[in-house]
């Protein structure tokens, strides 16, 4: 949805968030419509602004889009068990080989995987060597 978006600028919404979070929203947006569809999609986007939670907020509240995809999905029984830890599983897995990263171990809560992997992703970025606005002078 937002990778098309993305490369003509950020769209509508979205000025103010990070690349990573650009990316993850993406990779949210792309795992989630794969996984369950279009209806049920719309149906988790809309329970989540309900909770006064749009999509360009889900990088600043997992817990609330982990919370919501577990009610919706569920852990417990006469639901999938565990569907709900599969599909953020999912997006970790897809996010970090987005990124270029090794995924974050699947037994951590997800926000604090996602968080994890932000932080590698911004060191590194920190750490590439810098070009300078000048050119050379001989």
Do not use: H, W
């Not at 600028?9 to 650009?22: T, Y």
């Not at 990088?59 to 919706?72: C, E, G, K, Q, Y």
Request: include cysteine; aromatic fraction near 6%.
């Amino acid at each position: 949805m937002f990778a098309e978006k993305r490369k003509a600028g950020k769209p509508n919404g979205l000025e103010s968030l990070e690349e990573f979070d650009i990316v993850l929203l993406n990779i949210i947006d792309k795992t989630i419509r794969y996984v369950l569809g279009e209806r049920n999609t719309l149906i988790i986007y809309n329970r989540l602004k309900e909770s006064s939670c749009p999509m360009q907020e889900i990088p600043r509240r997992l817990d609330l889009f982990s919370a919501v995809l577990r009610n919706l999905i569920g852990t417990d029984r006469g639901q999938i068990l565990g569907a709900s830890a599969i599909l953020e599983d999912a997006i970790v897995k897809a996010l970090s080989s987005e990124l270029g990263l090794k995924p974050e171990k699947e037994s951590t809560v997800f926000e604090e995987r996602i968080r994890r992997l932000k932080e590698r992703y911004n060191d590194g970025r920190s750490k590439a060597p810098q070009k300078s606005a000048r050119p050379n002078s001989i």
